[in-house]
């Protein structure tokens, strides 16, 4: 089971991530994307919430990274823009619309994949040491524990699923929601969080 008694130091990581978050502001803000600002806003504020949270729980530092990759990967999909190749006029598009295997693997699937697997994991460490540092016991990965983690951090991609639409309502002159993206999404943020639980159970992360 994973237990860490101490904080490392994260000054590598803080540094990246503020500095790739000030990047993609000031890229977001010469492209007048004004609708990627609530994806930034909502990065700073989960900057803060691991930060606190951190120094509570003790995170492993390769958790701490992996949270941070996950932050630039958010932030580059719905803010850098590729060259249109479909002959739509030059028209360019974001990096979430990119698909690697047209219908069933994109990059917002790939990104979904990967985040779920990063807050399962984060669960689990949160778990592990709330128990240990309040009860003095030490958790093994069990069935029933690695169903708590999943489920709790689908609902965390729910949450998101949720703010996204929101954002969408607010910013779209259409306000039409795409149900078929959302349940791909809700498919590979149960994906992610699987495929961690497994190596939670084999690893004993």
């Not at 993206?181 to 939670?200: D, E, F, Q, R, Y």
Request: hydrophobic share 45%.
């Amino acid at each position: 089971m994973f237990i860490q008694t101490k904080s490392p130091k994260i000054t590598g990581v803080a540094s990246f991530t503020i500095l790739y978050t000030l990047g993609f502001l000031a890229l977001s803000l010469s492209q007048e994307n004004f609708s990627a600002l609530p994806s930034l806003g909502a990065q700073l504020a989960l900057m803060l919430f691991v930060y606190v949270a951190h120094k509570r729980i003790h995170y492993a530092l390769p958790l701490i990274w992996c949270l941070s990759f996950l932050g630039l990967l958010n932030l580059a999909g719905g803010i850098t823009t590729l060259p249109s190749t479909d002959g739509s006029e030059g028209v360019p598009y974001y990096l979430n619309e990119l698909w690697v295997s047209r219908e069933w693997l994109s990059y917002s699937t790939c990104v979904h994949v990967y985040g779920l697997g990063v807050i399962t994991w984060a669960n689990w460490q949160t778990m592990c040491n709330i128990i240990h540092s309040r009860y003095q016991r030490r958790l093994m990965p069990s069935a029933g524990l690695l169903l708590l983690v999943i489920t709790s951090a689908i609902g965390y991609g729910a949450i998101g699923e949720i703010a996204v639409l929101l954002v969408d309502y607010c910013f779209s002159s259409e306000r039409v929601a795409d149900f078929g993206n959302i349940c791909k999404n809700m498919t590979a943020n149960l994906c992610g969080a699987l495929l961690t639980s497994v190596l939670i159970k084999l690893r004993n992360l």
